[in-house]
């Protein structure tokens, strides 16, 4: 019911991050509407989307299942969070301390991206490229987090990130088609400490995946190191080269001529006459044509690098 009330959310925003909790009706109810709203004022949106506990019951968990394929053409990134693998030492765990331990998980993820993008930093990721990632990697996405402090911090933090515990990102990595990395630690952060942790999830992905990162520092933090990863499963770069050769989704230009239409015989004693044109612009005005958003009239080559 208060739905409505929420599209000010939306004012004067590039990019909303979107927590849902599935299962139980508010959240599966309320997601869809959100993400109509932001497609609405052309917002880009990153979906968090908590399933249960397996000890909640089957009941929650399929109707969980039902509200993920409910909004699978809606939104832009979309990440499936089960609360089992956000807190995967929950059976030894009081209630209330598990779901504490899945939701900081989720905050800190989340957190990373908003430091990685607003913070100053040597290597940054600034709002328009973000909002490019994601309209670029959109679809079904996964979510890694790996925290450590100590000598080997950078080391403990990507097997936190890759191994079994955490949200384990290792079965993975081999699948995805690009991958945004944040790093983020405090003043005594290392040049050999990222370098070394891009090279430990470089190796994991394919040879041909895309890779972008950023890290900032965070005077805040104190002898530890964070890393979150975003891996996309599907990635459809807009080249910017293409824009100003390819029509691909805009309206048939008013001014390219239809060579071919029926003529009255006055009208076929008469040669029609065609303009001079250029090898350059003989083509300037054609119609792209485009298959889910690639323009075909493209070389595969320049297409996909």
């Not at 996405?141 to 290792?170: H, M, T, W």
């Not at 952060?189 to 041909?208: C, F, G, R, V």
Request: charged fraction near 25%.
């Amino acid at each position: 019911d208060e739905t409505p009330d929420l599209t000010s959310v939306f004012d004067d925003a590039n990019v909303a991050v979107i927590v849902a909790g599935l299962g139980k009706g508010t959240g599966s109810g309320v997601l869809p509407k959100m993400l109509a709203m932001a497609a609405e004022r052309n917002v880009a949106t990153i979906v968090f989307m908590v399933t249960p506990f397996q000890f909640e019951g089957i009941e929650l968990t399929r109707k969980a299942q039902e509200a993920e394929s409910s909004v699978s053409k809606l939104g832009d990134i979309k990440i499936t969070c089960k609360n089992d693998e956000l807190c995967p030492t929950a059976p030894t765990l009081t209630l209330e301390k598990a779901f504490e331990n899945a939701t900081n998980t989720l905050v800190e993820g989340i957190t990373l991206i908003w430091k990685m993008t607003m913070m100053p930093g040597y290597i940054n990721i600034d709002p328009a490229t973000l909002v490019k990632i994601i309209r670029t990697g959109r679809g079904a996405c996964n979510f890694g987090l790996g925290i450590a402090s100590g000598p080997q911090r950078a080391k403990e933090a990507v097997d936190s990130l890759l191994g079994n515990y955490g949200i384990g990102l290792a079965t993975k990595l081999k699948g995805a088609k690009a991958a945004l990395v944040a790093i983020i630690g405090g003043t005594d952060l290392k040049l050999k400490e990222i370098s070394d942790t891009m090279k430990s999830i470089a190796s994991s992905l394919s040879i041909d995946a895309e890779i972008r990162m950023g890290t900032v520092l965070d005077k805040s933090l104190s002898d530890e190191i964070h890393v979150a990863v975003l891996l996309f499963r599907e990635w459809n770069p807009p080249y910017p080269d293409l824009d100003s050769e390819s029509n691909c989704g805009s309206e048939p230009d008013s001014t390219v001529q239809t060579i071919y239409t029926p003529r009255s015989s006055e009208q076929r004693s008469t040669k029609i006459q065609m303009p001079n044109k250029s090898a350059a612009s003989r083509f300037q005005n054609a119609i792209s044509t485009c298959v889910n958003g690639e323009n075909l009239d493209r070389p595969t080559y320049l297409r996909r690098k």
